[in-house]
């Protein structure tokens, strides 16, 4: 399974290890950084990611930030893609298996490398239930595709009546 990796400054040193971790369990990794403590918006690295993900560079992703919140809500303003925040191994199991996410998010400032290879395992070891919940992951895509084709855009303050 070739996995995207990426980070924002917060991140690099969890970044580091669960790339290694990745390698050594045989997974061919695509790190889109970043590679130092140096200042890096984390909405430019979960952009790229969402899109080489959305356009079939790589079969599942992970990105990392302090709190894992910002590179999820990033990621999910790309069309198609599910991004989810998970800091605990139930969390990483019920991404993909609920909700077919492609991107599992973590927070570097909650938790420690030794949970975190936990949670990736657990992610990238899940599969999609598309019985149990196959209905309900149509319903979001539908949404999405509803929302584009109208031109309305869910992220933008609408006007009050």
Same mark, same amino acid.
């Given at each position: 399974?070739?996995?995207?990796?990426?980070?924002? !400054?917060?991140?690099?040193?969890?970044?580091?290890?669960?790339?290694?971790? *990745?390698?050594? !369990?045989?997974?061919?990794?695509?790190?889109?950084?970043?590679?130092?403590? +140096?200042?890096?918006? &984390?909405?430019?690295?979960?952009? #790229?990611?969402?899109?080489?993900?959305?356009?079939?560079?790589?079969? @599942?992703?992970?990105?990392?930030?302090?709190?894992? /919140?910002?590179?999820? /809500?990033?990621?999910?303003? &790309?069309?198609?893609?599910?991004?989810?925040?998970?800091?605990?191994?139930?969390?990483?199991? @019920?991404?993909?298996?609920? !909700? !077919?996410?492609?991107?599992?998010?973590?927070?570097? #400032?909650? =938790?420690?490398?030794? *949970?975190?290879?936990? *949670? =990736? +395992?657990? &992610?990238?070891?899940?599969?999609? +239930?598309?019985? @149990?919940?196959? @209905?309900?992951? #149509?319903?979001? /895509?539908?949404? +999405?595709?509803?929302? *584009?084709?109208?031109?309305?855009?869910?992220? #933008?303050?609408?006007?009050?009546?």
């Amino acid at each position: 399974m070739k996995v995207a990796l990426g980070c924002d !400054n917060n991140g690099v040193m969890l970044k580091e290890t669960i790339k290694e971790f *990745l390698q050594s !369990n045989n997974y061919e990794v695509i790190d889109y950084g970043c590679h130092s403590c +140096e200042n890096v918006d &984390y909405p430019d690295v979960a952009f #790229q990611v969402a899109k080489d993900i959305s356009e079939g560079a790589a079969e @599942r992703g992970i990105l990392i930030c302090g709190t894992g /919140i910002g590179v999820a /809500i990033a990621a999910c303003k &790309y069309p198609g893609i599910r991004a989810a925040c998970c800091h605990d191994i139930y969390s990483a199991e @019920r991404a993909q298996k609920s !909700n !077919n996410a492609q991107i599992m998010t973590m927070g570097a #400032q909650i =938790v420690g490398p030794e *949970l975190a290879k936990k *949670l =990736v +395992e657990a &992610y990238l070891n899940s599969t999609f +239930e598309e019985a @149990r919940s196959g @209905r309900k992951v #149509q319903k979001i /895509i539908d949404k +999405e595709k509803e929302l *584009l084709a109208a031109g309305i855009d869910e992220t #933008q303050p609408q006007a009050c009546s």
